[in-house]
């Protein structure tokens, strides 16, 4: 059941950019900070609204 | 495969077949939806399990040893390594949209039986192969979309047709699926209240995530989500009162006003201050409510309403015209097959798949879901007395212009209702009439209503869930006709930048303003032909955007087809080219009966012309002769729409056929472009 629940979780945060943006952090040995969450929002905002939604 | 396993699967078939077959012959009594739930998980697992494990093992010959461009363009971004069910939910949320809710909820008109056999059928054997196979495709070239694939693998004719196709079906999708929030929020205040709150609501969000508590999105989602419920209580308010109710009771022309106005603005604002934080916000509203509706039905079980077939068959539905063939194929894209999906198959989750063979539940599963939550959008509607039903979805200019009129005429077909059932219905859920909401939204809405009231709460509860769903399906239509608009904008300024330079620059202004107006007054005026038409705007629009769709799979399919032929699986290319020929038959004959049918309520010409006839006999009333105009010139419009739509696949299909000849006949170079074997280096623990 918290395997579960912990597979959820970590699904809401994939969709919620929240995974990537750790992702982002490790790979580029960064701190989180209001400057860097903006920076890797914005570039990542760029990429997913230039493709088409589903209908 | 273990004897165990083997009767295992032997039951779940047997069981498939035994519920199809209960479906199909049922005639009289009410058939329980747990039938049809029973009929269509089986048939996936079926799919699933053999259809699709043979695709991947025999076709395309998966490869888990083979590193794919998740690991080796491996960025922290968008190329990364994730775990299949992570992909799996991503892509599915990616994939589902309005769709498969109001798709099989029009052609319920013909009653449940057809709808249902093509939404299983069609995804098992079409949908999901074609959502598969495009991800295998992509994922084989660094996850590449369909656009660059048909341009590589076709040639340039195919490439800029695929973008001029995709451009043309997005103005019809953000059209129509702007006309369903119309037409759902029509004089309803209650509605147009809670809709108009998630607005402000947005923006909130957006600053909250960007300046006090940055990157966290669950957060803020929930507090955006337990504002959107309080804006729900709040639209009730409104509609109670006589200082506010007025204010929010607007018209369909109004309402089409206000979101073109919004259009514009949302492609103009910060894409972090309005469309991401409802993005993610409506992606876990729709999340939450498919698995609601899905808990909702199994506990409720509601018997189907809606008899197997109904007389509309013959093409005299209220809800859009046309025969069975092909306008049931037409109306029900999302959900069985839809070419929209292999622009997210070829998009971001290609760049996702830690190993090959995640593409099979990747790419077949999540299709097989969708088509199932078209299901649950079938039986949500088919729960529904048929004369409510009708009298919801019709429009006045089918059923008559008077409540009186339109039950006389819903009940005269053998579906009996009275304007005091409808409304007490209306009441029940707070709004002032439920006659003439043609769109398909308000009739699920209040399906779904019906079964979440069912499962405790009552008709005491009902207007909250009616609201809720309407809340549900507009949040995210929303989100698409921000996010639509804002890509076509891009499409639209990938195309001119080769007629002018600074036009395809999008950091510059002109260009923006220009190319995002062009837009949304290419969007805008076909709702607004659809808000001042007297058949609603769904019998015109909905099968122009079924059409779109369906030849968008066409050219997919030809694209998965030519990749095929190329990898020397010509022996398997059935698996492509049967859905292709299903598809090209129905669409193209769907695409004849619309612009030269001689009845003026399917035939776009023949529309013109009676139209036309009409104002030389002077039957037209004087303050009614330019709004008539505008119908002649809109019919003929609709018609040359659906020629090019048709002309721009044929192009596609014959420099396909082309190829696919030169290549089978060893005069053509059978050169594929898929990136070359490097061996993974993920461990198992990684993913």
Known sequence: MKRFLNGILTLLKEIGDENAYQRHLHAHNLEHSPEEWRRFADERMRGKYARAKCC | ?687
């Open chain 2, 1 to 687: 495969m273990k004897i165990v396993w083997k009767l295992v699967w032997m039951a779940v078939a047997f069981l498939a077949a035994l519920s199809l077959a209960k479906i199909a012959t049922e005639r009289g009594e009410p058939v329980n939806s747990i039938w049809l739930v029973l009929a269509a998980a089986g048939t996936y697992a079926i799919g699933f399990r053999f259809y699709a494990r043979f695709i991947a093992a025999k076709v395309m010959a998966l490869d888990d040893q083979r590193a794919t461009p998740a690991e080796r363009l491996r960025n922290g971004h968008d190329f990364e390594p994730t775990n299949k069910w992570i992909v799996f939910g991503h892509h599915f949320a990616a994939i589902a949209g309005p769709g498969p809710l109001v798709g099989p909820t029009l052609a319920a008109q013909f009653g449940y039986l057809p709808g249902t056999l093509w939404i299983i059928l069609g995804a098992v054997l079409g949908g999901a192969v074609q959502d598969f196979v495009i991800l295998f495709c992509s994922m084989r070239r660094d996850g590449k979309s369909l656009g660059q694939m048909a341009r590589e693998e076709i040639g340039k004719v195919g490439g800029v047709t695929a973008l001029l196709t995709v451009l043309l079906i997005m103005i019809i999708l953000l059209a129509v699926i702007a006309l369903v929030v119309v037409n759902a929020l029509k004089d309803s205040p209650w509605g147009t209240f809670t809709i108009a709150a998630t607005m402000p609501i947005a923006v909130f969000m957006g600053l909250y995530l960007r300046y006090w508590r940055p990157g966290k999105v669950l957060e803020c989602s929930v507090i955006g989500f337990l504002l959107v419920l309080a804006s729900i209580f709040g639209g009730q308010w409104v509609a109670h009162s006589a200082t506010f109710a007025p204010m929010f009771t607007l018209t369909g022309v109004t309402l089409a006003i206000a979101i073109i106005i919004y259009g514009v603005l949302a492609s103009a604002l910060p894409v972090w201050l309005l469309l991401a934080p409802r993005d993610y916000l409506s992606t876990f509203v729709k999340l939450g409510v498919v698995i609601l509706l899905a808990v909702g039905i199994l506990f409720v079980r509601p018997d189907l309403q809606l008899p197997p077939i109904t007389k509309f068959v013959d093409g005299t539905g209220p809800i859009f015209a046309g025969k069975i063939f092909p306008f049931c194929f037409i109306t029900i894209a999302c959900g069985a097959i839809s070419g929209f999906h292999a622009l997210i198959s070829s998009g971001t989750t290609p760049k996702m798949i830690a190993r090959e063979w995640h593409a099979w539940p990747i790419g077949y599963g999540s299709m097989a879901l969708e088509s199932f939550v078209a299901i649950m959008a079938l039986i949500a509607a088919c729960a529904l007395e048929p004369g409510v039903f009708f009298a919801v979805n019709s429009p006045a200019g089918a059923v008559g212009a008077t409540p009186d009129a339109a039950v006389a005429t819903i009940s005269s077909w053998g579906y009996p209702v009275n304007t005091a059932q409808m409304e007490s219905l209306a009441a029940d859920v707070g709004e002032r009439s439920l006659f003439y909401r043609t769109g398909g939204a308000p009739s699920l809405a209040l399906g779904m209503a019906h079964i979440f009231a069912s499962t405790g709460g009552g008709r005491a509860i009902l207007g909250f869930w009616y609201h809720f769903a309407i809340m549900f399906e507009a949040l995210f239509i929303l989100t698409i006709i921000d996010a639509g608009t804002r890509v076509g904008r891009f499409m639209l300024q990938d195309l001119l930048g080769h007629v002018y330079e600074p036009l395809g620059r999008t950091s510059w202004m002109p260009s923006v303003i220009l190319t995002s107006a062009a837009i949304v007054l290419a969007w805008g005026y076909f709702l607004y032909q659809g808000v001042i038409d007297p058949l609603g705007g769904i019998n015109s629009l909905w099968p122009l955007f079924g059409i779109a769709n369906q030849l968008l799979a066409s050219i997919a399919l030809c694209v998965a087809t030519t990749i095929l032929i190329k990898m020397h699986r010509a022996r398997y290319m059935w698996i492509t080219v049967g859905p292709l020929i299903w598809l090209l038959i129905v669409t193209f004959t769907a695409s004849y009966q619309k612009i030269f049918s001689d009845q003026p309520r399917i035939g776009f010409l023949a529309q013109a012309e009676q139209l036309e006839a009409a104002l030389a006999s002077g039957k037209v009333a004087a303050a009614q002769v330019a709004a008539t105009n505008t119908q002649i010139f809109n019919a003929r419009l609709d018609a040359v729409l659906c020629a090019i739509f048709v002309v721009l696949v044929t192009l596609i299909l014959v420099d396909s056929v082309r190829i696919w000849a030169g290549v089978l006949r060893g005069v053509r170079d059978a050169r594929l472009n898929e990136t070359p074997f490097v061996p993974t280096q993920l461990r198992a623990e990684e993913i």
